[in-house]
């Protein structure tokens, strides 16, 4: 979406999505994590992807919404659809791939307007409420803005992390020293570690941009209207911004990484909840499970072309069992 209508959209959402508004999101995020390392820590093996990398976010985001446990699964199916739809194992069955897009959109559509619909006359403590609450006139998501709008958190949100933990734990496996590094000084190498997990992973593959006037950029002349797309990952591999840039070091600083976006903006309005949810996902793996190590080859996403999002399908993980937190309260 461009300016105007991404400009409107954005300044509306964004008040939603200040660091004091999502301080409550926040905070559930370390209680959320660890239910869901709960449910698979006496396992001893498991898909990481499936264990933790794919539900821990979708929690967050579900959470954030508003939407109740019990549609998890649909938002989990739709989603996996509308980002892998060139992967026919994330199609359910069917074989028609615009049929599915379709049909993932419009159960997606179906679950936020029902769950406007009703925040409208209950508002509740989640950023449904606050959106369809929000102050008067043209400075409101119209009813019809707030499905797409979901759809967009829900994508965006969600496979970007999903993505990042499963590669930042294949990382650590290659990078035996790093993982040490890292697991022995949890708080003070985090808020490296997660940048440089994102930089390395680069969830996004790339987006698309408009030149909006003619001009030359690194010996190359563009014209206005030409499209043109930004590889992220290969931004993050610049040698001329990162010293040694195959390497992954847990400690990189500084870290001028365009994981999220360059500045400007469409930067990513997720970044400081990305960040949150990946610090704590680490944190506590690498405390609660603290042999937790790769076990096999990560299964990656089948594509039609270049994928948006560089998914991982499957991570098989294994680690000594322990029992759930819940239980030993
Ligand atoms: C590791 C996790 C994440 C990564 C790597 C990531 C990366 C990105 C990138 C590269 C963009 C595009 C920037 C551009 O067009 O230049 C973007 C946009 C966006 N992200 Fe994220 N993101 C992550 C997590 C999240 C989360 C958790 C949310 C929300 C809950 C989120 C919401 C968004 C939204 C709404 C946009 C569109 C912004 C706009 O166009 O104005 N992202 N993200």
Redesign the pocket.
């Given at each position: 979406m461009d300016d105007p209508r991404?400009a409107r959209q954005?300044g509306i959402v964004g008040r939603s999505f200040t660091p004091r508004r999502l301080q409550g999101v926040l905070d559930s995020v370390e209680t959320i994590c660890s239910e869901v390392i709960d449910g698979m820590c006496e396992q001893g093996e498991v898909d990481l992807v499936e264990a933790i990398s794919q539900p821990f976010?979708l929690l967050v985001?579900c959470d954030m919404m508003g939407i109740p446990r019990s549609e998890f699964q649909t938002v989990l199916d739709a989603t996996n659809v509308i980002l892998g739809a060139g992967d026919p194992d994330m199609l359910g069955g069917e074989e028609d791939i615009v049929a599915a897009l379709f049909g993932a959109g419009i159960a997606l559509t179906e679950l936020m307007n029902e769950i406007a619909e009703d925040r409208r006359v209950n508002p509740q403590d989640d950023l449904t409420s606050a959106l369809v609450h929000n102050t008067v006139g043209d400075e409101m998501l119209a009813p019809h803005e707030i499905a797409p709008f979901f759809i967009?958190?829900a994508v965006?949100?969600n496979d970007?992390?999903r993505t990042?933990t499963s590669i930042g734990m294949h990382l650590l496996g290659q990078n035996p020293d790093q993982r040490k590094i890292w697991q022995d000084d949890l708080e003070g190498v985090t808020p490296t570690a997660v940048d440089e997990i994102?930089r390395v992973a680069s969830?996004?593959t790339f987006?698309r941009r408009t030149v909006t006037r003619d001009l030359e950029l690194s010996g190359e002349q563009l014209s206005e209207g030409d499209k043109m797309i930004l590889f992220?990952g290969a931004a993050n591999r610049d040698p001329r911004v990162f010293a040694d840039p195959e390497r992954f070091d847990v400690r990189r600083d500084p870290n001028p990484h365009v994981?999220?976006?360059?500045p400007?903006?469409?930067?990513?309005?997720?970044?400081h909840?990305?960040r949150r949810?990946?610090s704590v996902i680490f944190r506590q793996l690498l405390t609660r499970l603290p042999d937790i190590e790769v076990a096999g080859d990560p299964v990656h996403l089948q594509a039609i072309g270049v994928p948006l999002v560089g998914g991982v399908k499957h991570l098989p993980v294994r680690f000594t069992p322990t029992k759930p937190l819940a239980a030993t309260r």
């Open positions: 991404h954005r976010p985001i967009l958190l965006a949100g970007t992390t990042a994102v969830p996004v987006m992220y994981g999220f976006g360059g400007g903006p469409h930067f990513c309005l997720g970044a909840l990305a949810e990946l």
